[in-house]
């Protein structure tokens, strides 16, 4: 559906409100430029809207036919409800980390940080946690009800907002850092930040006109609960209106396509992608590296703002235990293993993670329980597949990163990239071997022990492209 | 000075002693392929591991006679060193030097890969729970019983064990380094792999004795956190090798001195933060320590070896 929306071309024009427009005018235009697209592209228009119509229908099939057909017919079985919003959780995520890591080639290993600050902030908003006052927006609670109670349409937002002011915050002074330093940092703030929720549970504290005795911040270990079920128009879409639940599910996502892929194709995604590929050659070309990153960054993490409020009104409740750094690696390996810096890619990678992690290793483990039984070995049947899933997904990233970088469906450029060879490492290499044998004729030997070693592997010591420019010099 | 302050600086240096030997592996690999390995924590996870093992299997417990406990340890000690140093150069082999030439965050992908698939391996070796380990070193306080000083401040056969295994180590480590034809490749190769190769010098070896270096360093911390913390655990590796990491970055990561001196810091910061501000807290400060030193002095408190490498 995002096809139908075409990019805005200069995103320096107008910003936010003449994107907003620009989303106006395209939702406006929608039926004549659904059948333009028709006679442009009619092969790929129709299998797009099937896809679509599928993926709204899928909730009400799977319930329908899928769930009762897999238990008796169908080898694979279908997710339940819960698992398929949680699928839809963590495909937001994705999406908002493909920004920071595939657009912007930044990698953050502490994104659980902003699911948590998300999660976290939609339980403030919408919990009794804050027992001493009680504020009510478009609520049907009675008046005086304790806690702060606003409606999902607000705090889903205000979540986003607070994921992407403390993306900022950890991005300014750290952005400037290159590559892994950045990735330990991140990591380190992935760690401190559920630390903070699970700890801040008698704080006293005293400064200035501040006086907090005994003050309950954050739950604790417990967390907050209950917290309200988002509420839309009437309609309840917490956990145990499940089926609900999808549809907002599959609403925030479809969303989140929407805003990353007009990031992707707007002057700023051009910049990320500059960056990512030599940051040095991009603010030479005049991009606002520091800028740029930072707007990566926050906008990468309201993502999972989106996501932590979804858990968090979706369940009902919420506490640190759930904001693990396996959670950060998690979404990572969802984008390697989709194709990284491709949206659907990623969300391929989501769901097929999520799928295999919550449905069908639990599925094999019962499957060989009944084998096991039915050839008289029960022990068999105490093989639990689904504590190995990390085992699993730890070797799909090492396999994936020797034979497939780019992912199961790869962004084209990016595949590109990661399977191009130096442009002139044959030229390159034939020259340093060139070096080598002159080198190793004169080399004394107490200086290093090239007389006795083999001449290195010819790939190994070819290195960067602007090798053979070295060598010349040197002869 | 203050008994308490004291007893709280005997902690503090024994525990950064073995974040010392641990993050010099960090420090080692960091420096000559540029790679923060995190399968390495990892590794000196199952090196306790299989220390622990090795140990119920000769019969080393409390009460063993303690020059047969001394020489099982011994032996133990070299057999966990070298498997460790062989699952580490397997490791490069498999996951990282396919990936030499990949794009950079590539081989750091791989190893968070391959640090999941150790953590887990550890997990169904040793179920999840946390395996304990009887005193075999006593924790008698030497102080007072050996040289008769009238003090509580403690410190035990077990502060001296932590010591006589990594002081050596370290020193080897160095001599090595700086003295050896081996040690200069490693410099060369941290230097500059391509012009070390040209001068023909072999990159791919000596990083492969690299990461045996890093592997048997781990496997020798692994049997001292056995035999000095007494426990052992499949996710210990996270954690520790987090904190050794923040070692080597604190003392200039590809540093060596550097990082022991990290490790010793490190190892003070835990111990102070445990014993006057609260257990719980002491993650979010190591924490804290870390980012605080990449963001303000990314060079560390020695400064970095190499240039401009991060």
Known sequence: ?475 | MDEQLLQTIVIGLSNGLIYALVALGYTLVYGIIELINFAHGDVFMLGSMLALTLLITFGVTTGTDPLTAIALIVLVLAITMAVTATLNVTIERVAYRPLRHAPRLAPLISAIGMSFVLQNVGLLWKGPANIGFPDVIPNTNILTTVLGLDTSVAITYKHLFAAVVTIPLLIVLTWFVAKTKQGKAMRATAQDPDTAGLMGIDVNRTIAITFVIAGALAGAAGLVQVLYNNTTVWNLGFRFGLNAFTSAVLGGIGNLQGAVLGGIVLGLINAFSDRYLSTQWTNAIVFGVLIGILVFRPTGLLGQQLADRA
């Not at chain 1, 769901?351 to 068999?380: E, M």
């Not at chain 1, 034939?430 to 290195?456: C, L, N, S």
């Open chain 1, 1 to 475: 559906m995002s096809s139908l929306i075409t990019p805005v071309e200069h995103g320096r024009t107008g910003g936010l409100p003449a994107w907003l427009a620009h989303l106006a005018s395209s939702a406006a235009n929608w039926p004549t430029a659904y059948r333009a697209r028709l006679q442009e592209r009619p092969r790929r228009t129709v299998l797009l809207s099937a896809l679509v119509v599928l993926v709204f229908a899928y909730p009400l099939l799977n319930r329908a036919v899928l769930q009762p057909f897999s238990r008796n017919v169908f080898p694979l079985p279908a997710p339940d409800d819960t698992t398929v919003v949680f699928m839809l959780i963590f495909a937001t995520m994705a999406i908002g980390l493909n920004i920071v890591i595939g657009f912007a080639g930044l990698l953050d290993l502490g994104y659980v940080a902003f699911y948590a600050l998300g999660a976290y902030s939609a339980a403030y908003l919408a919990s009794p946690h804050w027992s001493g006052v009680s504020i009510l927006l478009f609520s049907d609670l009675p008046a005086g009800f304790p806690g702060i109670h606003l409606p999902f349409f607000i705090i889903f937002w205000a979540a986003a907002l607070v994921a992407a002011l403390f993306g900022a915050l950890l991005g300014a002074p750290t952005l400037r850092l290159r590559g892994d330093y950045l990735a330990i940092v991140t990591l380190g703030f992935g760690e401190i930040v559920p630390v903070f929720f699970k700890n801040l549970v008698n704080v006293h504290f005293s400064f200035g006109p501040i006086q907090l005795v005994n003050a309950n911040l954050t739950g604790g270990p417990l967390g907050i609960n209950p917290i309200d079920a988002p509420e839309l128009f009437g309609i309840k879409f917490g956990v145990i209106h499940g089926f609900n639940a999808v549809y907002l599910a599959l609403a925030v996502v479809a969303m989140s396509i929407v805003i990353a892929r007009n990031l992707e194709r707007s002057r700023m995604g051009r910049a990320w992608m500059a960056i990512r590929e030599d940051e040095t050659a991009a603010e030479m070309m005049g991009v606002n590296t520091v800028r740029t990153k930072l707007l990566a960054f926050g906008l990468g993490a309201s993502f999972a703002g989106f996501a932590g409020a979804m858990q968090a009104s979706y369940q009902g409740a919420t506490t640190s235990d759930f904001f693990m750094f396996a959670t950060s690696i998690l979404v990572v390996i969802m984008i390697i293993l989709g194709g990284i810096g491709n949206i659907w890619g990623v969300i391929l990678g989501a769901i097929t993670v999520q799928y295999v992690d919550k449905t069908l290793l639990g599925w094999v483990g019962n499957r060989l329980k009944d084998t096991g039984v039915a050839i008289g070995s029960p022990q068999l049947g105490e093989i639990n597949p689904s504590q190995f899933s990390f085992l699993l997904l730890g070797l799909a990233l090492v396999l994936m990163m020797r034979f497939r970088p780019e992912g199961l469906l790869p962004s084209r450029q990016r595949a590109a990239e990661l399977h191009a060879a130096p442009p002139d490492q044959a030229l390159g290499s034939a020259a340093v071997m060139e070096i080598e044998e002159e080198v190793i004729e004169e080399a004394e030997p107490e200086d290093v022990d090239a007389t006795t070693d083999p001449p290195p592997e010819p790939g190994a010591a070819s290195g960067p492209p602007d090798t053979p420019g070295r060598p010349g010099g040197v002869t």
